[in-house]
């Protein structure tokens, strides 16, 4: 479809919180645009619960600034249900003559107030999102050395389970894994 972007000012997501992302993505091997396209999911997440769940929005992230925009979508109809997320081609071709139909408009939004929630949201769901990469990454580090032996060392031991470092994770030996008669100590190696 044809898209129409109206110019406007940019809102800016703390440049900090971006940079401190971007950080975080290369410590924790994970890739950066991974990290952006969470934020853009938690700004739509974000404005949908303050300012009306029924629009269908877009959120972009400028990669080099942390400046978001956020664009209202309206997809051109015949007949209009709901004027949230549909557009007329009567109306639409108003705006532009050679609109048709099944086109998605877009027109940029800029709620009052929405830059801090914007700032609050992305920080608490790209923390998140972080946690989940870093899971994967671990799983995918582990699960292609399913049967291998891999020693590490005894940090902790909790209701009869030890808690062994092995480098970048800690893996649980649960009592139900463990060989019968056999006893560790904190700092073991196994």
Do not use: C, H, M, W
Request: proline share 2%.
């Amino acid at each position: 479809g044809s898209f129409n972007y109206s110019t406007g000012r940019f809102i800016k997501v703390n440049a900090e919180l971006l940079s401190a992302l971007k950080d975080l993505g290369r410590e924790k091997g994970i890739d950066e645009e991974v990290i952006l396209e969470a934020i853009e999911a938690a700004l739509i997440s974000a404005y949908k619960k303050n300012f009306g769940s029924l629009q269908n929005v877009r959120v972009f992230v400028v990669r080099e600034t942390g400046e978001f925009k956020v664009f209202a979508r309206k997809e051109v109809v015949e007949e209009v249900f709901n004027d949230r997320s549909e557009i007329s081609l009567e109306d639409a071709q108003k705006l532009r003559p050679d609109y048709a139909l099944g086109d998605i408009i877009e027109t940029e939004v800029i709620p009052k107030d929405f830059g801090r929630i914007a700032a609050q949201t992305a920080k608490q769901v790209v923390v998140q999102r972080i946690r989940e990469e870093e899971r994967g990454l671990i799983y995918n580090e582990f699960s292609n050395r399913e049967s291998d032996i891999v020693t590490g060392t005894i940090q902790r031991i909790e209701n009869k389970s030890y808690f062994i470092d092995l480098g970048k994770v800690e893996a649980v030996l649960a009592p139900t894994e463990q060989i019968a008669g056999e006893e560790y100590e904190i700092y073991d190696r196994i």
